[in-house]
């Protein structure tokens, strides 16, 4: 019987992976931080590892023939995380890996995170392992979470679109791609939403969808960097935040794809929905 590996089922992108898996029925080990916070999911057993932590994780591998990673949450050493994991992936014998990853990864993205997927990528091409990547797109669900206390959504994102996707879609995916791994190997698949939206747009439809005001306002750069460093002075974050704005801007993030629909079985959910 297959073993599925599934990290970060205490969030909401692997929980919801874990919760699906337990409703097919299939036997799955849940690899946390903290065993305290794991889901309790019928059938599942749980094991402790970070990321970071090489020879951890390789035993909390060890038996798992097709393994979910979702990637590390941000942090200056968060190639070096992925890669240690990959490691202890190869290490404990795992057979097939699915990695979420970002659409555009590379060492080239204008998104910054986007270039720490990339480098995951190029590690995983390295390992020798059987690999699915499920490259999302940024998550609608975000959307309003962008907006501060006043409705108020600030960044040089001009008139640029992006084909956003619903967390649970990405969920959906990657649920269907394990249950049915042998048919995915070696698979990438870049997972958006049905339409690309601008935040003009968007500002727009959350306004009419939850009854309250919101707005867009198309900072500069330089206002950019500005106004999020009264939020932290770590280089790497401010540099992610902004350019989650300028790829929006210069249309690296506006490709649609029909894969969430190919892979789920249902249309892509819209931004109407997830809010």
């Given at each position: 019987?297959?073993?599925f590996?599934?990290?970060?089922?205490?969030?909401?992108?692997?929980?919801?992976?874990?919760?699906a898996l337990?409703?097919?029925?299939?036997?799955?080990?849940?690899?946390?931080?903290?065993?305290?916070?794991?889901?309790?999911?019928?059938g599942?057993?749980?094991?402790?590892?970070?990321?970071?932590?090489?020879?951890?994780?390789?035993?909390?591998?060890?038996?798992?023939?097709?393994?979910?990673?979702?990637?590390?949450?941000?942090?200056p050493?968060?190639?070096e995380?992925?890669?240690?994991?990959?490691?202890?992936?190869?290490?404990?014998?795992?057979?097939?890996?699915?990695?979420?990853?970002?659409?555009?990864a590379?060492?080239?993205?204008?998104?910054?995170?986007?270039?720490?997927?990339?480098?995951?990528?190029?590690?995983?091409?390295?390992?020798?392992?059987?690999?699915?990547?499920?490259?999302?797109?940024?998550?609608?669900?975000y959307f309003?979470?962008?907006?501060?206390?006043?409705?108020?959504?600030?960044?040089?994102?001009?008139?640029?679109?992006?084909?956003?996707?619903?967390?649970?879609?990405?969920?959906?995916a990657?649920?269907?791609?394990?249950?049915?791994?042998?048919a995915?190997?070696?698979?990438?698949?870049?997972?958006?939403?049905?339409?690309?939206?601008?935040?003009?747009?968007?500002?727009?439809?959350?306004?009419?969808?939850?009854?309250?005001?919101?707005?867009?306002v198309?900072?500069?750069?330089?206002?950019?960097?500005?106004?999020?460093?009264?939020?932290?002075?770590?280089?790497?974050?401010?540099?992610?935040?902004?350019?989650?704005?300028?790829?929006?801007?210069?249309?690296?993030?506006?490709?649609?794809?029909?894969?969430?629909q190919?892979?789920?079985?249902?249309?892509?959910?819209?931004?109407e929905?997830?809010i």
């Amino acid at each position: 019987m297959t073993l599925f590996g599934i990290t970060g089922s205490t969030g909401k992108l692997g929980g919801a992976v874990a919760r699906a898996l337990g409703s097919a029925g299939v036997s799955q080990r849940l690899i946390v931080r903290d065993p305290g916070r794991a889901p309790e999911i019928p059938g599942a057993e749980v094991a402790t590892a970070d990321y970071g932590d090489l020879d951890a994780a390789t035993v909390a591998l060890r038996g798992v023939d097709v393994l979910l990673m979702v990637s590390a949450s941000e942090a200056p050493n968060r190639r070096e995380q992925h890669r240690t994991f990959i490691d202890a992936a190869v290490a404990a014998g795992v057979k097939h890996l699915v990695y979420t990853s970002f659409a555009g990864a590379g060492e080239d993205a204008v998104f910054t995170l986007g270039r720490d997927h990339g480098d995951a990528e190029a590690a995983l091409a390295e390992s020798g392992l059987v690999t699915t990547l499920l490259r999302d797109n940024f998550y609608l669900d975000y959307f309003p979470v962008f907006a501060d206390e006043h409705g108020v959504i600030r960044g040089p994102a001009g008139d640029g679109r992006v084909a956003a996707v619903a967390r649970a879609d990405v969920a959906d995916a990657a649920s269907a791609v394990l249950l049915d791994h042998a048919a995915h190997e070696g698979a990438v698949y870049e997972l958006t939403g049905s339409e690309a939206i601008s935040f003009p747009e968007a500002v727009q439809r959350m306004t009419l969808a939850l009854g309250r005001p919101f707005s867009f306002v198309d900072e500069t750069i330089e206002e950019a960097y500005a106004s999020r460093r009264v939020f932290t002075d770590e280089q790497f974050l401010l540099d992610a935040w902004v350019s989650t704005y300028t790829a929006i801007a210069q249309g690296t993030v506006e490709r649609i794809t029909d894969d969430v629909q190919r892979l789920s079985g249902h249309a892509p959910r819209r931004l109407e929905d997830v809010i």
